[in-house]
């Protein structure tokens, strides 16, 4: 589900030829729950965390890292800016504080069978792009079948079951889907980015561009310093500022992104004031890296905000498509060599829990043995499965922090003999070709450097022979998407609400196709039946009950040596920004926030003094 503007999608479902009759039509709705109904009724004027009266004006200024070579969010060529999707809209909003609710944008109205065996659209008849042209039917059936062709081989998944957008009235669009129940394709379809077909004809959609793109969004491209700078202005009339969806939200009249080489590098710029806004995902620079005069003056704010969401999955990713990861016995004893205890106590101050789960910090993690549900999922494949995933709870193995860990790579050691590996004259080698265990540790950030010093050291005591290799974003995601590595650090986020995403992540299809996250390669038919389990869940407590099957099935694969969460985001801003009183549960909506002008008049006059 969960795919935020612009990477949105759909999917699956089932339908006859023949559709209900005209008495039989479903009643337009506002939006759409994926289980029961949703949070806001059809008279909400605003979500409940934004200020529908924030004032309008001021800058914002955020970080990016590395580089990038393209205005088109949605190929797989080229490396897009960071921000596009300010520029274009959705048919429909998901809300922040539920699991999984869409209300209507570019639709104004949903049209929803009571099988969800398909949906369909009323677009609103204000809806304009920029150039002032109106949205049409037309252009949502052109984005929908210019992404599933040429778009980035995510889409073409996510929308592969969905058999074809069509015309049904001046302003009404209907997908009909294929494949079986799929309840929560209907809300994926509002998620569906609409293009305008006039601007890209004549135009060759899947070439990486730095042309600026038409959109209807509340904002547009203004300034384009290739691979450093994107700045977008406010759209003053936009068309879709008063919807009740974006009441309150985008309150800033110039969004800019600077981008820096690394986040050592970015880090410095922030506490110059070069930027406003940075979320910290390095422990050791959240405790003693915002040490300065700023911070202690109270110029820069540093505050630790609780969401309720998943945590999902990081760590280490083994490329089960190269030979030496093919035997899940191998990649459960390296996890032997990776001290998480001693890492958190000495480089993370504390600061991080284990990670144990793809649904990390949430009731979708599996706990304890297998209950009824999860078993009558489970026993049809109790021979193809391993035994652990009755028997066990999956737990990554623990250290007691001291660094020693001669007993745990004894395990590992013994392990590996038991896979057909051994040491011959220091090297780690497989006893039937001779092949030594030698791999690279593909990274993009250097802060990891650190991390993976230490466990590459405990490899070569295994007699592994490890490196690591850091490269440019350009070249680390041309090598990601084409499965070019050995080993990547990996990040699977997770919603309240899983779905046609997991295809994405652990399909056999997905495994074979470039661009897609199933990094480690998983090609299971077991996995692939539960994710159908998923998709089609008809409740929350069935959907619960499958992604808790899926999360035994995949920690027992071993396709990840697990790290590390907190159950909060870390946000350091420059102290000029007002925020709503009620922040939303399930996420950080930084566009709700805006410039306060008498504490930015305040900053300006302190720094000022200071200087």
């Known amino acids: 589900m969960v795919l935020s503007r612009p990477a949105l999608a759909l999917l699956l479902f089932a339908l006859p030829a023949v559709f209900a009759s005209a008495a039989e039509e479903p009643t337009p709705v506002h939006g759409v729950a994926m289980h029961g109904a949703p949070k806001y009724g059809p008279d909400f004027r605003h979500f409940d965390y934004v200020n529908p009266d924030a004032p309008k004006g001021g800058t914002v200024i955020f970080s990016a890292i590395g580089t990038f070579d393209s205005l088109n969010p949605y190929i797989l060529k080229g490396v897009p800016a960071a921000g596009l999707g300010l520029v274009f809209q959705t048919l429909t909003v998901q809300s922040q ?4 609710s869409e209300y209507a944008e570019i639709a104004e109205s949903i049209l929803v069978p009571e099988d969800r065996s398909w949906v369909a659209f009323d677009l609103r008849p204000q809806a304009r792009w920029h150039d002032g042209r109106p949205i049409t039917v037309e252009d949502v059936i052109f984005s929908f079948d210019t992404l599933k062709s040429k778009g980035h081989p995510f889409y073409r998944a996510y929308y592969r079951n969905v058999v074809k957008a069509e015309k049904i009235g ?13 309840r929560e394709l209907p809300l994926i379809v509002g998620q569906l980015p609409v293009l305008p077909k006039h601007y890209y004809e004549g135009r060759d959609f899947e070439r990486a561009t730095l042309d600026a793109p038409l959109g209807s969004g509340p904002y547009r ?23 009740p969806v974006n009441r309150g939200r985008y309150n800033f009249d110039e969004i800019r992104y600077e981008y820096y080489r690394d986040s050592d590098v970015a880090l410095e710029a922030f506490k110059a004031g070069q930027y406003d806004i940075r979320l910290e995902n390095t422990a050791k620079l959240w405790a003693t890296g915002y040490d300065s005069p700023a911070l202690e003056r109270g110029w820069i704010v540093k505050e630790e905000i609780p969401v309720e969401q998943p945590a999902g999955m990081q760590g280490f990713v083994f490329n089960t498509r190269r030979e030496i990861f093919r035997d899940r016995r191998v990649r459960a004893a390296l996890a032997y060599a990776f001290d998480f205890e001693w890492t958190n106590r000495t480089l993370f101050y504390g600061a991080y829990t284990r990670t144990d ?13 297998p209950g009824p549900a999860e078993l009558a999922l ?3 494949f109790r021979d193809r499965l391993p035994a652990e995933v009755f028997t066990r709870r999956y737990e990554p193995p623990k250290t007691d922090g001291s660094g020693n860990l001669r007993e745990q790579l004894r395990t590992a050691l013994r392990m590996l003999r038991e896979a057909g590996w051994d040491v011959r004259d220091g090297r780690l080698v497989q006893l039937a070709s ?20 230490p466990f590459v050291q405990n490899l070569a005591r295994l007699g592994i022979e490890a490196s690591v290799r850091t490269v440019d974003t350009a070249q680390y995601e041309n090598r990601v998407n084409q499965f070019d590595f050995d080993m990547i650090v990996g990040v699977w986020g997770q919603s309240l609400s899983p779905g046609n995403e997991q295809r994405d992540f652990w399909s056999c299809e997905a495994a074979n196709t470039p661009g897609s996250r199933n990094w480690a390669g998983v090609c299971d038919p077991v996995v692939d039946a539960l994710i159908d389990r998923i998709i089609g869940a008809p409740s929350r407590e069935e959907l619960v009950a499958a992604c808790r099957a899926l999360d035994r099935v995949l920690l027992w694969g071993h396709y990840v040596i697990p790290h590390w969460h907190i159950p909060y985001l870390r946000v350091a801003y420059w102290n000029k920004f007002g925020r709503p009183a009620v922040l939303p549960r399930h996420d950080l909506d930084l566009f709700a926030w805006w410039v306060d002008p008498a504490k930015l008049a305040a900053l300006q006059a302190a720094r000022g003094a200071g200087r």
């Open 97 to 100: 504080d539920e699991p999984f």
């Open 170 to 182: 001046e302003r009404r669009v209907r997908f009909l889907f294929e494949g079986g129940t799929n």
């Open 221 to 243: 491209v203004e300034r384009v310093d290739a691979g450093r700078t994107i700045v977008y202005r406010r759209v003053t009339d936009w068309w879709g500022a008063d919807l």
């Open 357 to 369: 789960s793809y649904f990390e910090n949430s009731e979708l993690e599996a706990e304890g043995l």
């Open 378 to 380: 489970l026993e049809p």
């Open 434 to 453: 001779g092949m030594p265990m030698r791999f690279e540790i593909l990274l993009v950030n250097p802060a990891f450097e650190r991390i993976v010093g």
